[in-house]
């Protein structure tokens, strides 16, 4: 485990990590990410897992980085009080790729810039805040996936011809995009909200359960299809 405390940083020069490594971001407050996470996909400044704790909020796009894409080799994991944040000092116009799982237990918030989205090849887990700001999760793992935690997302893709499962109920209040894949919903239901919509789905493509879209019968368009 590499820990930043209070005051710490790596200045000059970035560590390597090792494969089972972790980052570990505990400075129990506000902290612009630095030479430690540098947005390189290998090598010195490229984590293999990531935890943000102690109620740190992390800064990803602090320092400049705003333009970077970032990617964390394992396992993203806030903890209960921890903040990672796309959207503070400089909104992120690159996305961040979670090789790994996913485990939010405190915030997590993507950038309110195009582009700022979220990219994952695990799992999803919630049981904290999730703040989408109008930006993108993509699935795009290459084994089967899943979203655990009620989770309510404003652009979903899924990408993963494996699939992706839900252990629990999720809604979309924009988009819900197919590239690949099925979405199987087993006892659980994914609501389009008022507002969204779903594209590319076709025989191969689809919802495999519960789908549940509003009908406007007043002033509106009564049709939807399934």
Same mark, same amino acid.
């Given at each position: 485990?590499?820990?930043?405390?209070?005051?710490?940083?790596?200045?000059?020069?970035?560590?390597?990590?090792?494969?089972?490594?972790?980052?570990?971001?505990?400075?129990?407050?506000?902290?612009?990410?630095?030479?430690?996470?540098?947005?390189?996909?290998? +090598? $010195?400044? @490229?984590?293999?897992?990531?935890?943000?704790? !102690?109620?740190?909020? &992390?800064? /990803? *796009?602090? #320092?400049?980085?705003?333009?970077?894409?970032?990617?964390?080799?394992?396992?993203?994991?806030?903890?209960?009080?921890?903040?990672?944040?796309?959207?503070?000092?400089?909104?992120?116009?690159?996305?961040?790729?979670?090789?790994?799982?996913?485990?939010?237990?405190?915030?997590?918030?993507?950038?309110?810039?195009?582009?700022?989205?979220?990219?994952?090849?695990?799992?999803?887990?919630?049981?904290?805040?999730?703040?989408?700001?109008?930006?993108?999760?993509?699935?795009?793992?290459?084994?089967?996936?899943?979203?655990? +935690? $009620?989770? @309510?997302?404003?652009?979903?893709?899924?990408? !993963?011809?494996?699939? &992706?499962? /839900? *252990?629990? #109920?999720?809604?979309?209040?924009?988009?819900?995009?197919?590239?690949?894949?099925?979405?199987?919903?087993?006892?659980?239901?994914?609501?389009?909200?008022?507002?969204?919509?779903?594209?590319?789905?076709?025989?191969?493509?689809?919802?495999?359960?519960?789908?549940?879209?509003?009908?406007?019968?007043?002033?509106?368009?009564?049709?939807?299809?399934?």
């Amino acid at each position: 485990t590499c820990q930043i405390n209070s005051a710490g940083a790596f200045n000059p020069g970035s560590p390597t990590y090792g494969a089972a490594s972790t980052l570990k971001d505990a400075t129990g407050a506000f902290y612009g990410r630095f030479n430690e996470w540098t947005g390189a996909l290998s +090598g $010195a400044g @490229a984590p293999a897992n990531v935890q943000i704790s !102690n109620n740190t909020t &992390l800064d /990803l *796009a602090a #320092n400049g980085a705003g333009a970077t894409a970032f990617q964390v080799g394992g396992n993203l994991t806030i903890d209960a009080g921890a903040k990672l944040s796309m959207n503070l000092s400089t909104t992120s116009t690159q996305p961040l790729t979670i090789v790994g799982n996913v485990v939010n237990a405190g915030t997590l918030e993507l950038s309110s810039s195009i582009g700022g989205d979220l990219n994952v090849k695990g799992h999803f887990t919630n049981s904290g805040t999730f703040t989408p700001l109008n930006r993108a999760v993509g699935f795009v793992g290459t084994a089967a996936q899943t979203i655990t +935690g $009620a989770t @309510a997302f404003d652009y979903l893709s899924l990408g !993963n011809a494996a699939g &992706l499962t /839900l *252990a629990s #109920n999720i809604s979309v209040a924009k988009t819900l995009t197919f590239t690949s894949g099925r979405i199987a919903t087993g006892a659980n239901t994914l609501t389009i909200t008022s507002t969204g919509s779903v594209s590319g789905a076709n025989s191969t493509r689809y919802v495999n359960g519960n789908l549940k879209k509003p009908i406007t019968v007043w002033g509106g368009n009564a049709n939807q299809t399934f």
